[in-house]
Each structure stands twice: as structure tokens, then as C-alpha cells.
């Protein structure tokens, strides 16, 4: 695998609370993403970073906010969990610009109950 | 909304036997490409189709890329229980972010 590491692996956490996901990468990759991971929806892309302090949305970004103050570490924060905020998330890493292809860390489990 | 989508959505076959699976998406695109995911796990890359090139092989792994059709297969000959997983096409276009857009994925099953 690629120096991709998500932390935490699971978590449970009640509704209305924030939680902050993080993903840190040890490549130097330009380009982070996260993802959410929903059965019958495939991955859809909640944000994106295309560098330090450089992020933008993506398609469903409603609820959830990030940051990258450092090229290794891009945290997604979800800021009053609800429950359908319950799924898998994945972060992404990519190094170029085109056609380059996306390593993936292990995915973190949230439950929101 | 989904880019792409594959089918089809399940598929299991016998070992030693070919698995094909398809891949159609919307928009033009600058590349498509197919990933793996086992069950539990990230997923990982498998091929890479630019959006000039028609076909693209790697192994036992064989796709092909329609821009006309706006679609893509992936082929996997000789199939093996280790193929077993859910297999996903992406396409990513000319943007600022390098993003891929993914389909909803072909859960394949390859019995013994």
C-alpha cells in the first residue's frame, strides 16, 4: 500500500457531535481526497485538496468541512454528526496532474447513533 | 450523481472461466480507470485507458474504451477465486483537482 494512514480505523459517536477524521500520507502527493462509501451509491467525493490550505468541494460536501495545513495531513470534520453520516469513509491521495491514478487508504467505519 | 456505471451490478462465475464487466459514463473525459476493492479494503488500481487509446492490456486483465459509445470494458480471462471483489470504473476529466468520478461497481464472485 501506499503511505496512506487513516486514523481512526472505527468510530461511534452520537448524533449532533463533531468528528474529525484524518488522513496522513508520507508520499508527498499533491492531491488529497475524501471519499464516503455508500452500498447502492459507489464512492462520492465530499472534498478536495489540491494543495496546502487549497480545498474545494465536492458532490456532496453538505455537513463537512476540511483542512490541510500540511502537505501530509488532511483531516475531514463533520461538524454535528447525523445519522446519515453513517457510512465509510476513504481517503485518496494523487501525484499528478491528468492521468495519474489514486492510491486509497484502508477506509475508517463511522457510526452515527 | 454517478459519472459512470457498471454492469453488471453482480456477476459470479466458475473458475478458469472469462468475467467481463462494463462501464458507461456521461461527459467527455480525459481518462478511465478500474480499481479494486476487496471486501473491507481500499481500493487499489488495477489499468489505466487515456482517452486516445482504443484498448490496454495488463496481465490477464484486458480494457477496452469506446469514446463514441462512452463506455468501457474491463476483461479478466482465466479467472481465479482470488478475483473475487467488487471492481469500480472512474473517469476523470480536465479539472483543477484531478478528480475521479466513480460508478456504483460490479460485485464479482469467482466460485472454486
Known amino acids: 500500500d501506499a503511505g496512506i494512514t487513516q486514523s481512526p480505523r472505527h468510530k461511534v459517536t452520537e448524533t449532533g457531535t463533531p468528528v474529525t477524521l484524518r488522513c496522513h500520507q508520507t508520499?508527498?502527493?499533491?492531491?488529497m481526497y475524501w471519499y464516503r462509501q455508500d452500498p447502492g451509491h459507489g464512492l462520492r467525493l465530499i472534498h478536495y485538496s489540491y494543495g496546502v490550505k487549497d480545498t474545494d468541494k465536492g458532490e456532496v460536501s453538505d455537513g463537512y468541512s476540511v483542512s490541510r495545513s500540511k502537505t501530509e495531513d488532511f483531516l475531514l470534520t463533520l461538524e454535528s454528526a447525523t445519522s446519515s453520516q453513517t457510512s465509510v469513509y476513504f481517503c485518496?491521495?494523487?501525484?499528478?496532474?491528468?492521468?495519474?491514478?489514486?492510491?486509497f487508504g484502508q477506509g475508517t467505519r463511522l457510526t452515527v447513533v | 450523481s454517478q459519472q459512470g456505471e457498471e454492469d453488471p451490478q453482480a456477476l459470479s462465475i466458475q473458475e478458469g472461466e472469462n468475467a467481463t464487466m462494463n462501464c458507461s459514463y456521461k461527459t467527455s473525459i480525459n481518462n478511465l480507470q478500474w480499481y479494486r476493492q476487496n471486501s473491507g479494503r481500499g481500493l487499489v488500481h488495477l489499468i489505466l485507458?487515456?482517452?486516445?487509446?482504443r484498448e490496454k492490456h495488463s496481465g490477464r486483465l484486458r480494457v477496452t474504451l469506446d469514446t463514441s459509445k462512452k463506455s468501457s470494458s474491463l476483461l479478466i480471462t482465466a479467472s481465479r477465486a482470488a478475483d473475487t471483489a467488487s471492481y469500480f470504473c472512474a473517469t476523470s476529466f480536465n479539472n483543477a483537482g484531478n478528480m475521479l468520478t466513480f460508478g456504483g461497481g460490479t460485485r464479482l464472485m469467482v466460485k472454486p
Open positions: 485507458i487515456r482517452s486516445n487509446e
Open positions: 485518496a491521495i494523487s501525484g499528478g496532474t491528468g492521468q495519474t491514478e489514486a492510491f
Open positions: 508520499e508527498n502527493h499533491r492531491y
